[in-house]
């Protein structure tokens, strides 16, 4: 039975398209130019950051960040940047009894960004927070111990095939693919994919898949018991 539902975060349950035009204007790059080479970096299976170096080379996004801040136009999100399915789907599973969490590549300002939107979570953890960033075993290591819960029991949700549902599954998870932003649209890996519980097209079909694995998980437990 699946006992605990982590989500990724940025294209997952957070709209980054806001974030991405702020970066593209602060560079003084046309949005459209900058989504077209954007687009490109992830169908290379490049780092996003390859993005930024394309128009500076000697890009530092850490530096950046701290730039921004300074300059008054941090890197932020809100209620307007989630997706519109998220917030009922956190809370829908909270109400199945589910541990709940979020667990992304995020800076760790990110952190008390999402604590203030009073999701229906358990747990929010960021990479830079946590010290190690997906796809490497430790963030799913950390995950796990967060949870407290048997990996087999974990449901993984994300839009990448190679940052989330793979290393995922490797950790011992269970997976679910959501088609949506530019990885989940861009990024084909078919071999990965149908190794998923689960591939979505919206947070709002998760809920009742989890409902429904779980009610046969339960049958088919009774009746080897029995």
Not at 17 to 41: C, N, Y
Request: glycine content about 10%; hydrophobic content about 45%.
């Amino acid at each position: 039975m699946i006992r605990a539902v982590l989500f990724d975060v940025g294209g997952t349950i957070l709209d980054e398209t806001h974030e991405f035009a702020a970066w593209a204007d602060r560079l003084g790059i046309p949005r459209h130019t900058f989504s077209a080479v954007f687009g490109a970096v992830i169908a290379r299976g490049q780092p996003y950051t390859e993005v930024f170096r394309v128009f500076r080379p000697d890009f530092d996004l850490a530096a950046e960040r701290e730039l921004r801040a300074a300059a008054g136009q941090p890197e932020t999100f809100g209620e307007q940047d989630l997706y519109p399915d998220a917030r009922a789907c956190l809370a829908a599973l909270k109400a199945q009894g589910l541990f709940v969490g979020l667990a992304g590549n995020q800076p760790a300002h990110a952190g008390p960004l999402l604590s203030a939107m009073d999701l229906a979570v358990d747990l929010i953890g960021t990479s830079e927070g946590w010290g190690v960033e997906k796809p490497a075993p430790g963030f799913f290591e950390r995950a796990v111990a967060e949870c407290g819960h048997d990996p087999a029991s974990i449901l993984y949700v994300g839009d990448r095939p190679d940052n989330d549902a793979r290393p995922a599954r490797l950790a011992g998870m269970r997976t679910c693919l959501i088609r949506r932003g530019p990885w989940g649209h861009i990024l084909d890996m078919p071999e990965e994919a149908g190794r998923c519980l689960f591939r979505i097209g919206a947070l709002d079909e998760l809920p009742g898949l989890v409902a429904r694995h779980n009610a046969l998980s339960s049958t088919n437990n009774s009746q080897i018991a029995g």
